[in-house]
């Protein structure tokens, strides 16, 4: 899915309470003063909806709604020239923490907001089905933090609207667009924490990377050289500022 970048941000968050209870769907325009609510579900509602059965990395079954079809529901209450500004998703749990996914790999991947361990309802939770881990795995994106429980609030807003600093201020290169796009979309779900960010450009420079227990993008020669083009375009502008 083609990578699009709008200088304002778009938000649309769904709002998950920690026990098994109801989904309020809402967005909010940039200036605007308060959330607009798109849709209410209450826990009846969601159990109602197109259910999915899976299993996970421990063989565990898991029942919930495609993520992807919840989202839609509310996108489709939208108008179509904003929808088109939504290309990320923020999950974000009641301890602070959160995971950030594309929108196309939630597309793509059958993502779950599971709401049932075998007869265990509740919490909701993100979970991606074992038959999913590996093509998420070879995509190059950090499946392994695809997982959050529990969920507290779901945004989706738009990857220039969260990560505008990491932008080409001068974007007539190709190149150094490609590279901007292969980085924020497979690198900075990892590189932005414990000030791992700093180390991207030795890491591209280098082409080796640490390591680690995470997704590792299977970068060929050209996303390398994009890569390249991206940080040098971008230590040149910031080295003017």
């Given at each position: 899915m083609p990578m699009k970048f709008f200088s304002k941000s778009l938000v649309l968050?769904?709002?998950?309470?920690?026990a098994w209870a109801g989904v309020s769907l809402?967005?909010?325009?940039?200036?605007?003063?308060?959330?607009?609510?798109?849709?209410?579900?209450?826990?009846?509602?969601?159990?109602?909806?197109?259910?999915?059965?899976?299993?996970?990395?421990?063989?565990?079954?898991?029942?919930?709604?495609?993520?992807?079809?919840?989202?839609?529901?509310g996108l489709d209450a939208m108008p179509t020239e904003k929808r088109a500004t939504v290309d990320l998703v923020l999950v974000h749990s009641g301890t602070g923490e959160k995971i950030l996914i594309p929108r196309y790999a939630i597309v793509k991947y059958p993502i779950l907001l599971a709401y049932k361990k075998g007869q265990k309802e509740?919490?909701?939770?993100?979970?991606?089905?074992?038959?999913?881990?590996?093509?998420?795995?070879?995509?190059?994106?950090?499946v392994e933090k695809f997982h959050l429980s529990p969920v507290?609030?779901?945004?989706?807003?738009?990857?220039?609207?969260?990560f505008g600093t990491y932008f080409l201020k001068r974007r007539t290169d190709p190149a150094a667009m490609r590279g901007e796009k292969l980085f924020v979309q497979n690198c900075l779900a990892c590189h932005l924490e414990g000030g791992r960010g700093q180390k991207s450009q030795q890491i591209v420079m280098d082409r080796k990377h640490p390591l680690t227990t995470t997704s590792m993008p299977s970068f060929n020669e050209r996303d390398w050289r994009a890569l390249a083009s991206y940080f040098q375009a971008y230590l040149s502008e910031v080295n003017k500022k």
């Amino acid at each position: 899915m083609p990578m699009k970048f709008f200088s304002k941000s778009l938000v649309l968050v769904v709002f998950c309470s920690p026990a098994w209870a109801g989904v309020s769907l809402v967005w909010k325009e940039p200036g605007a003063p308060q959330f607009q609510t798109l849709k209410n579900w209450q826990d009846s509602d969601i159990s109602a909806l197109k259910s999915k059965s899976y299993q996970d990395s421990t063989n565990s079954n898991w029942n919930g709604v495609l993520l992807s079809d919840l989202i839609q529901k509310g996108l489709d209450a939208m108008p179509t020239e904003k929808r088109a500004t939504v290309d990320l998703v923020l999950v974000h749990s009641g301890t602070g923490e959160k995971i950030l996914i594309p929108r196309y790999a939630i597309v793509k991947y059958p993502i779950l907001l599971a709401y049932k361990k075998g007869q265990k309802e509740g919490p909701f939770r993100i979970l991606v089905p074992s038959q999913a881990v590996e093509k998420i795995s070879k995509a190059g994106l950090p499946v392994e933090k695809f997982h959050l429980s529990p969920v507290s609030q779901i945004e989706l807003s738009n990857y220039q609207g969260t990560f505008g600093t990491y932008f080409l201020k001068r974007r007539t290169d190709p190149a150094a667009m490609r590279g901007e796009k292969l980085f924020v979309q497979n690198c900075l779900a990892c590189h932005l924490e414990g000030g791992r960010g700093q180390k991207s450009q030795q890491i591209v420079m280098d082409r080796k990377h640490p390591l680690t227990t995470t997704s590792m993008p299977s970068f060929n020669e050209r996303d390398w050289r994009a890569l390249a083009s991206y940080f040098q375009a971008y230590l040149s502008e910031v080295n003017k500022k």
